[in-house]
């Protein structure tokens, strides 16, 4: 028997909401199997900073790292709480996380589910998957203030790349296609305006490609591709581009693909030096948390995610598998995050008799 | 009478062909009016820079300085083409031309006309502005490559914002949302993860929206503007952001208004230093160059903008008008670009009777 040592990162607003439906999913999944999930919650976040002052310390920080995988709902104070500066909790806890467990591999698919609409009014088949930079670029919080608050200010955002960043993203990009059946690779950028990290994309693509010669490879300029996204979503199969690009385009893709309230992510360490983090697009939602209106699908999608990454294939199938029999069913009327998450559970529940 | 000194650079791919048309309609619009228009050709582009090996040199650019204004085509040789670096033209013609003439308000409306398809289902009333910074950001060309070509690279980026920057572009759209119906004024950027921007930007818009208590203030992150721009479009009245999240936004919004044939920009340069360009969003779409086939009216919509900006409201919305009866019977099967630019003039003519 096999065991999994969790970490469960709530967060806040709508954060805890659709993570407690994904943890029921999980223990649905695997009931019958002799893997066994050990739990442990963290209070972090908006709240645990205003009673504490502490964003992420140190000491929790190298607790977290002890765990098989870290699954997180969202985190971000309302809009207007003015206790908590703008994008702290983001920035210090969630990307704190990413960087520190070198979760270089932010990986997002979006697949429109039949039964599923579309904001758009011919989606075709959308199934693809971006797979995000997630530690460097335009998110390496470089940059500063000169002269801020005065009418000479300037102010800097330095993006950071590496070849040794870009290629190991490229590398498991082309990884992933390869094991498609489109076998088909779109990086994105903006070549022609950012040329310094653009020649090192290119080069790197071009270097990595060589390996993969059953790989098609297109490239796109991110302009150009959010039209693709709208016009021909289903031309996409692997799309591989830097963090900032990355987080852009999949909230576009999430929306194209049935919403953002679907997608699921994982922000994973291939080389398991430290927990993946499963998390799902969306954000803590400040204006509907506490409702129990929040969609869970995302989150629980994301265990499916999770599963896969952690060698449990068939019962991340299982809850894929789940949740497509729930969207087909569910129709518009139900919004209950705890009805949905016992709906899937249910379906998986029947699959297994 | 007045006369016009246009300075037409018609640049690569189909650039050319729907300037050509842009011209055809200006002239219709002004016929019967006591206003004259002297153009003079620019052959700049991929095909200018491989017979002489300049892109854009000193001289040529101080001539272009004496003119009233310039319309522009697009420029970039086809991604296949490897005798022109990628993005050179671009940079060296294109941004030098809105770097140099000092175009900081980079206007870009959107609008879909009626008659015309969105790809979304249910676009509802679309019709916004955006006002993208074009003159800094990460389109200021600092950064660079350190080991290039090696294991070890690096390569940076420097998005550069002074407070003279944003807060004179700021200013711009303050005063086009308080002159719109809605007077709703939607602020996009990043502050989350680029917070030395960010807080620059937030700064002055506060600032500058305190003159302006009759303008309702918004703010997206750019990730979460992409969602609205797809599930909720008329949601906006006029946008204003930095210049590559414009970029970005402006293709989105294109596509969602009815295509990127269709989505006209000015480069305007409000203080009047240096004359302003007028160029439609699309790019040089070398695949279908030469065909005759390419859709003129973004050339067309931008030559309005530009009599507008010019001082001359009245034609412009001739234009305008000529463009939208055009559209509303134009259907799907005309594809020709003379004959859309000779259907538009001929609206004109018509209406001049
Ligand atoms: C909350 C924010 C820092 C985050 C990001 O920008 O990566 C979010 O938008 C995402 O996509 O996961
Ligand atoms: C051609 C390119 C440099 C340009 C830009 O990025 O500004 C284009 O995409 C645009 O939007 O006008």
Request: aromatic fraction near 6%; avoid cysteine.
């Amino acid at each position: 028997s096999e065991s999994i040592r969790l970490a469960v990162i709530g967060g806040d607003g709508i954060g805890p909401e659709v993570v407690a439906e994904g943890l029921k999913v999980l223990d649905a999944a695997l009931a019958g199997t002799d893997v066994t999930v050990e739990k442990t919650d963290f209070a972090l976040g908006a709240a645990h900073w205003l009673e504490t002052g502490e964003v992420l310390d140190d000491a929790t920080l190298e607790r977290l790292r002890g765990f098989d995988a870290i699954v997180f709902g969202a985190v971000g104070a309302a809009p207007g709480d003015t206790r908590v500066p703008s994008g702290l909790i983001e920035r210090d806890l969630l990307l704190k996380l990413r960087f520190s467990l070198d979760h270089y591999v932010n990986l997002r698919p979006s697949l429109l589910p039949a039964g599923v609409a579309s904001p758009l009014a011919a989606p075709g088949e959308i199934d693809f998957v971006v797979v995000r930079e997630g530690t460097e670029g335009p998110y390496a919080g470089n940059g500063g203030r000169l002269r801020a608050g005065t009418d000479a200010e300037i102010a800097t955002e330095v993006s950071v790349n590496t070849a040794f960043g870009v290629r190991r993203v490229v590398r498991y990009a082309f990884e992933q296609a390869a094991a498609r059946p489109r076998r088909k690779l779109t990086w994105i950028h903006k070549t022609n305006v950012l040329v310094h990290a653009g020649r090192l994309w290119q080069r790197v693509v071009e270097e990595v490609a060589a390996d993969y010669p059953q790989v098609a490879v297109d490239y796109l300029h991110v302009d150009a591709a959010t039209i693709f996204l709208v016009t021909d979503p289903s031309r996409f199969d692997v799309i591989v581009t830097d963090n900032l690009f990355g987080d852009i385009i999949t909230d576009l893709a999430g929306a194209v693909a049935g919403g953002i309230g679907l997608a699921a992510s994982g922000n994973i360490n291939p080389d398991r030096t430290a927990p993946s983090m499963f998390e799902p697009v969306h954000g803590s939602a400040p204006d509907i948390a506490g409702q129990g209106i929040a969609d869970p699908t995302a989150a629980i999608l994301s265990v499916a995610i999770m599963l896969e990454t952690l060698g449990q294939a068939e019962a991340g199938a299982r809850v894929r598998a789940a949740v497509a029999a729930d969207l087909a069913t569910r129709g518009p009327a139900r919004s209950g995050t705890v009805a949905t998450g016992d709906a899937i559970a249910a379906q998986l529940a029947a699959r297994a008799q």
